[in-house]
């Protein structure tokens, strides 16, 4: 994400090594997304994809393989030349770290490849593979000296979500790799952050003269932040299972929201201190003990219901779903920030599968206005002062406020102010991982999670995730599919005389 339209430029020559080419992550979003940059002229003029699978697959295979793909995940039409100059880039390599010597010979077939399409050893690494082959395969590349970055040529490591499973393994995950890289050549995903509107939000923070002055304690009563899917787990189970709601989305795609949203304003607009700023801002989440973290939160697990035409069986009854599993498909948090901007502010954070409609947003309320005035008005009548930051399903951003009704008395009515992405700006639909990889290209690391930033997300959601496995079933709330989620997440707001913001 450069800091202006002008500085697009065409990336160095390199070859983009993709792990896990023949998965589910390869078709459905990073061919789609370098078919797109390809259309908009934004690949190297020397570009090669090399895929690595763990089994021979000839490159014509390959090529058959991702062309269907393209064709069936595209995000728009798929013009048939510029895919086969796409496909005519991509060669297939076989390597396993199970087998290091195949590792050796990789290193020894991507040599004679580059120097045959003259990539100039620039090497991008996008490990589009299950977690747990993260750390085996960056100790082959690193062995073999695949990554080492010498000056002369750049090595860069791409890691997908999800980093590590609670903070020991996150910090185990980050030690290795900087064992084998340095900081500046990972470039840890997460696909939040190739979201046009949460890009927007450092533009709408910092580039406007207006929100900054009351974008704190003294006027801001509390910020929302919602991830609801209509979506069951489908056939993700066993994925799912292991890992919940919380982890899922929590440390990082709602910590990405909520970082942008409470970060202090960065000197520069420049890697090092937006990431700075936002690894302090989740570092000062205060840590709760376990018994704080079980009053500030709810967790659910859906029973089958319909949305839509679309039936939804049990949570439990899904498809390598453990047999009385107690995993969450709803988590809801209320969560303090211990810094001079956010004191008495709290953020209350909600997520989940198979609720009755699509939105991530985020909700930021506004203290009210002393109403005294107005004394005929109930206060309940009044509209709050929210500034919603639409993501998903609508793009935009909506400011709430009172007006007065047309007409002799004094009578008062909330209205909404809203501005919306495709009203303004023609936008060609994307994956959100264009930008993702065209910075990984350039070397731009703005929109990437740093070690310290990781490993804060994870020591905030720690307490709540040591709480839950101990409570075991106790406490798992259910709520039906098609619903707003578990009734007791009201609770955590009504509590506090706040109310979570409806879906609709
Ligand atoms: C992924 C999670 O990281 O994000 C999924 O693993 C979730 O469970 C998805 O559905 C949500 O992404 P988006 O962009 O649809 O909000």
Sequence with gaps: MTDAQTDTKKPDPCSFILFGVTGDLAHRLVMPALYNLAASDLLPEKFCVVGIARKATS???????????????????????????????????????KDPESFDRMREQLDALEERRQTGGNRLFYLATPPDAFAPISRELGRTGMLRDDGTAWRRLVIEKPFGTDLESARKLNAELLSIVNEHQIYRIDHYLGKETVQNILVLRFANGMFEPIWNRNHIDHVQITVDEKLGVGHRGSFYDATGALRDMVPNHLFQLLSLVAMEPPTRFDAHSVRAEKANVLAAIQIESETEALHNSVRGQYLGGTIGDTIIEDYHKTKDVANGSTTETYAALKLTIDNWRWAGVPFYLRTGKALGIKRTEV???????????????????????????????????????????????????????????????????????????????????????????????????????????????DGLKSYKAGSEGPSEANELMKRDGRAWRKLS
């Design 363 to 473: 909700a930021i309320k506004f203290k009210q206005a002393p109403f005294a005035m107005f004394q005929s008005t109930p206060v309940e009548a009044l509209a709050q002062n929210y500034l919603v930051i639409g993501v998903e399903p609508t793009e935009g951003i909506a400011l709430q406020f009172n007006t007065k009704i047309p007409g002799p008395a004094i009578k008062i009515d909330g209205v909404e102010m809203k501005f919306r992405y495709k009203d303004y700006f023609k936008a060609e639909p994307s994956t959100g991982y264009e930008t993702l990889i065209y910075d990984c290209m350039i070397g731009d690391n703005i929109l990437f999670q740093r070690a310290d930033s990781v490993e804060a997300g994870w020591r905030a959601v720690q307490p709540f995730l040591d709480a839950w496995r101990n409570a075991g079933s």
């Design 59 to 97: 490159a014509d295979e390959l090529r058959d393989g991702l062309m269907a793909g393209l064709k069936k995940f595209a995000t728009r039409p798929v013009d048939d030349a510029i895919a086969q100059r796409l496909l005519e880039c991509v060669t297939s390599i076989e390597a396993d770290p």
